[in-house]
């Protein structure tokens, strides 16, 4: 990458497995930063073997890993742990997500880091965080939209509480670590000191459900399930079209409401009291899904979506992948990108997720192949191919 993209000379090395820690650290990697992503020699990240495969090569692993160069060390080792301090030494970030304790059990912990390399920012991930009753349990994303009160109010109201399919909590923690280790980077600046910062995942995404606790706390109020509803505006659903297609309504400006209204055929409905606030209308969801329904079913996905831009009322279609590939305003973005790979060729993905007119990210390859930077990474450390031979004998690389 060149010499203006933001994170240049920023060295990350990546010790987290799964999905948090190292899409964190392929975030960084997407500006520039220099990965170096470190994985056990017998066990190498689990997302490798996540989800589907080509020609048995993991394609999960494909966008984790993307950007990084890959290195093996047994950090259980003596001689492993000591090579990430030779690795550490010159190093900007580190991202881990062991088990809170296991570093320290190894010699790593942030006190003996921070004396080989004072101005190391460590990026801690772990399920609870690094203090607490329930630190020391393993931790995972689901159990996190679980305790986070996500899974409590997805979901249809008379139906079980609703996990996403995908790793929700994982990918809003990975964004808050990102944007974490570039605070902790810029406090460097001003101190000339890196420090500690500790993420625990069920925090960042109870920062994303919006008012729940303040709710509860004035107002004894518990946020319930509505499925597709919510209590502050109606119309606000996915509605089925004739074609068997889908599309979503958000009203939530008054005007947008009432243009909704018009184009269905119910205009007298903005007559009504209720019709004024958006609890009100929320208040009378069945009679307006009535409404927007019965329009939306007689006519096909893409006529629908004319009509409500013609009537600058706010509409989506319900897109799966395929759907995405073909849409205009997502090629206009640049939303995907093919990326070149080593095993499979091409490979397309979703591109850096916004865009910077001077410095913009650039996603250079696809995720390697496990432990192969390790030579050139340990080799520029002065390790010898003698040596490194001999430590690949002893299982330390």
Not at 301 to 313: H, I, K, L, M
């Amino acid at each position: 990458m060149t010499t203006t993209a933001p994170l240049h000379g920023v060295k990350v090395v990546d010790l987290a497995t799964l999905f948090a820690g190292p899409l964190a650290a392929a975030f960084l990697g997407d500006f520039g930063a220099d990965v170096v992503k470190v994985e056990h020699p017998a066990k190498p990240d689990p997302s490798r073997g996540h989800g589907p495969a080509k020609d048995g090569v993991g394609l999960w692993w494909k966008v984790l890993g993307r950007n990084k160069r890959t290195v093996t060390l047994n950090l259980s080792r003596p001689e492993g742990a000591d090579l990430l301090r030779r690795l550490l030494a010159d190093a900007d970030v580190l991202v881990e997500n062991f088990r809170p304790g296991t570093l320290e059990r190894w010699g790593l912990g942030p006190d003996e880091l921070h004396a080989v390399n004072p101005r190391l920012v460590i990026a801690r991930i772990s399920g609870f965080g690094q203090v607490g009753p329930y630190a020391p349990r393993p931790g995972f994303g689901t159990l996190a939209e679980a305790m986070s009160g996500f899974a409590a109010a997805t979901g249809e109201p008379d139906g079980p509480p609703t996990l996403p399919p995908f790793g929700l909590a994982d990918s809003v923690t990975a964004l808050a670590a990102a944007y974490a280790v570039m605070l902790a980077l810029r406090g460097r600046d001003l101190t000339g000191r890196g420090q500690v910062v500790d993420l625990a995942i069920i925090e960042p995404i109870m920062a994303m459900l919006g008012p729940q606790i303040t709710w509860y706390d004035q107002l004894g109020y518990v946020q319930p399930r509505l499925g597709n509803r919510s209590n502050n505006n109606a119309p606000r659903n996915t509605y089925r079209c004739a074609d068997g297609r889908w599309v979503a309504v958000s009203t939530s400006a008054q005007s947008i409401a009432e243009r909704v209204v018009r184009l269905v055929g119910r205009p007298e409905l903005v007559d009504e009291p209720w019709f004024a606030t958006g609890s009100g209308r929320a208040a009378h969801a069945d009679e307006l899904d009535a409404a927007v329904g019965a329009w939306v079913g007689k006519r096909d996905r893409d006529e629908v979506v004319a009509a409500f831009e013609a009537a600058q009322a706010a509409v989506a279609p319900v897109y799966d992948v395929r759907d995405i590939l073909a849409d205009p305003q997502y090629a206009a973005l640049g939303t995907v990108v093919t990326v070149p790979d080593e095993e499979l060729g091409e490979v397309r993905m979703q591109n850096v997720p916004f865009r910077m007119s001077d410095s913009p990210g650039e996603i250079r390859h696809a995720g390697r192949r496990h432990g192969q930077d390790t030579d050139a990474v340990l080799g520029a450390l002065g390790l010898t191919a003698d040596e490194l031979s001999a430590l690949r004998e002893r299982g330390v690389i």
